[in-house]
């Protein structure tokens, strides 16, 4: 039963709200004040009873436990299950089509023949927007490469700081010969940028079936066309061998694609825990401090549609002995579990405020850098920023609908308590304090980053990314299937690359993370606020906001959509096309 003076703001309020006729059970979303606050602390405090933690599912800080968190588990596992489900019979068919035609293969003597294996297949069922044009004809090309660290991994390139120590030494002349200057020359002009895997060989306790390296590489700003280009990759494996362009193309060739191996596995446990780890622990947190009447709290439920569905997954196929991270990567699932819970922990990725997307891209001298140059193109960057911008714009009409000043953000009991349980039990990392939260600001920031890492920051590398754009071979696999190199004089670069068997099985595990019947639905980011249930309860203002979030994605989805090459064979400055960002095929939550 409801308090007879939240009916009384309820039917205030409901002329305002056209659609749905009054009914008993609508009440109304309201921030916390002094008057609710005994009705709602016993029903919250209830609530924290039947909602607590239990150990972090696949590593990392605390899941759901207790009677209501274990039912919202599975509430979210039936989602999770259910769109698998529905993606395994598209997929399998894919795959059906695939083990039918391997003659086209040529038993994949060359790197050219695994562009074979996506020939008229998996790209127009399992991959929404098809492998992105270009990855299968221009891999070759250093470029395809370099933008790869700009586009479908983002997380790991940043620039050096002129006066940095220099990870690591590339002959003067070599570097001369391919940049115009040398190593030195390209760090303090801000030129020069750097991507370091060595350390994911600390997280492997047994031998892998695969192969992998840990390498470290450097990319650069060319003095002479601005280009964002590859400059050297070292193996950091026994003799431990540098490559550059200099060196043969089949050589060349096998560094980039061992990098790529690592990139890809980084980049898949950056996001395990900097969107599901992260996304969790504040939610958890919120559902045990704000009222089920709090706005806030409205909003990071539908943020989280399906949120818990994919841990135990996780823990359950892909890291085990035998399961898809043995398989497919150069690194053990354990591995990965260690290394997601690390990376977490460190703050690396499970930082909240220091990893906000602008103030990130900063950090790592992507954006807003004064000691050189600008980036001529940062895909990522120009991608995500409408998203972001369209969200910060929808919360910040929220937070100033909601409360009338930043000392009303103060006054909310809830949403103070909010942050001292996820500094506390709920393990979040580098979380606004109850003292920092003193301004709508402050919550308009936090609002937008839940709500980019559950899109933006996941699907960039997830969900349809796998099949169109992160994990296309030949020049993305998990894994090499022959030992590292210790010496130069490669030829025969197929063969460090999976058997067909493998290809195909890995080509349908990237396809079951997939979402093409996502695409055009309402559970795409266009409609990411766009829930009448929700909407129904909160301000007109809100609805209105929702609106304009929906025109202004729409109208990006367009320019994603109509994206192509120009005259000489680029889209933005990429030898290839790439939509994953596309707000009306990627999803609005982390059900993957
Ligand atoms: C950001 O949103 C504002 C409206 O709030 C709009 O005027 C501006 O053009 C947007 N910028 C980008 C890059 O989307
Ligand atoms: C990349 O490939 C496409 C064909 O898929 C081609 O039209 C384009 O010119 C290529 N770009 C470059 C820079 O070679
Ligand atoms: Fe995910």
Redesign the pocket.
């Known amino acids: 039963m409801k308090p007879v003076h939240l009916l009384a703001a309820s039917i205030a309020t409901v002329a305002a709200v056209p659609i749905q006729p009054l009914d008993k059970r609508l009440v109304f979303y309201t921030v916390s004040n002094p008057l609710l606050q005994v009705v709602r602390s016993v029903d919250i405090a209830a609530k924290c009873l039947l909602f607590s933690y239990g150990p972090g599912t696949g590593g990392g800080p605390p899941s759901p436990a207790g009677v209501q968190g274990l039912a919202h588990v599975e509430i979210d596992k039936a989602i999770t299950n259910a769109e698998i489900a529905a993606q395994a019979v598209i997929d399998f068919s894919d795959r059906t089509v695939a083990n039918a035609d391997t003659a086209k293969l040529n038993g994949l003597q060359t790197l050219d023949d695994y562009t074979k294996l996506y020939e008229g297949n998996w790209g127009s069922t399992s991959a929404p927007t098809g492998v992105s044009p270009g990855l299968l004809t221009n891999y070759t090309q250093d470029l395809s490469f370099s933008m790869q660290r700009l586009s479908t991994n983002p997380y790991a390139v940043r620039r050096l700081a002129p006066g940095e120590i220099l990870p690591f030494i590339v002959d003067d002349l070599i570097v001369e010969s391919l940049a115009g200057k040398d190593l030195a020359t390209l760090l303090s002009e801000g030129r020069l940028f750097y991507a370091d895997h060595s350390g994911l060989k600390d997280f492997e306790t047994e031998e892998s079936a695969n192969y992998a390296g840990g390498c470290d590489a450097y990319f650069y700003i060319s003095p002479a066309n601005g280009q964002f280009l590859p400059l050297a990759i070292r193996t950091n494996y026994q003799s431990n061998l540098i490559y550059t362009p200099a060196d043969t193309s089949d050589d060349w060739m096998l560094a980039k694609i061992m990098f790529n191996a690592d990139d890809l596995f980084m980049a898949q446990f950056y996001h395990f825990s900097g969107s599901h780890f992260v996304s969790e622990a504040i939610f958890q947190a919120a559902v045990r401090t704000l009222s089920e009447e709090h706005p806030v709290l409205a909003i990071l439920r539908r943020l989280m549609y399906g949120a818990f569905g994919i841990r135990p997954l996780a823990a359950n196929v892909l890291f085990p002995v035998g399961g898809i991270i043995d398989r497919h990567f150069g690194y053990s699932g354990r591995a990965a579990e260690a290394y997601s819970t690390y990376l977490y922990e460190s703050g690396i990725s499970g930082a909240v405020q220091n990893n906000y997307f602008k103030t990130n891209l900063k950090r790592r001298g992507l954006i807003d850098f004064v000691g050189g140059p600008a980036l001529t193109h940062f895909p990522f960057y120009e991608d995500a920023?409408?998203l972001w911008?369209?969200t910060?714009?929808f919360m910040t009409a929220l937070v100033n609908t909601y409360y009338a000043n930043d000392a009303a953000i103060v006054a909310d009991n809830e949403i103070l308590a909010w942050m001292n349980e996820a500094n506390g039990p709920a393990e979040a990392v580098d979380f606004p304090t109850k003292a920092t939260m003193n301004s709508r600001a402050m919550l308009i920031d936090l609002l937008t980053h839940v709500a980019h890492l559950v899109s933006t920051a996941h699907h960039v590398v997830n969900t349809n990314a796998l099949i169109t754009a992160g994990a296309v071979l030949p020049l993305n696999p998990g894994a090499l299937f022959k030992p590292i190199p210790t010496a130069k004089g490669a030829t025969t670069i197929a063969d460090y690359l999976p058997p067909v068997d493998k290809c195909i099985a890995y080509i349908f595990n990237t396809g079951l993370f997939a979402r093409p019947l996502i695409a055009g639905t309402d559970r795409t980011i266009v409609h990411m606020f766009d829930d009448p249930v929700m909407l129904v309860r909160m301000k007109p203002a809100i609805s209105t906001a929702n609106n304009v979030f929906k025109v202004?994605m729409e109208a990006r989805s367009a320019v994603v959509k109509n994206r192509g090459f120009d005259s000489n064979g680029l889209s933005q400055g990429m030898p290839f096309v790439w939509k994953t960002l596309d707000p009306d095929v990627a999803p609005w939550s982390l059900t993957v």
């Open positions: 920023l409408p911008n369209a910060h714009t202004t």
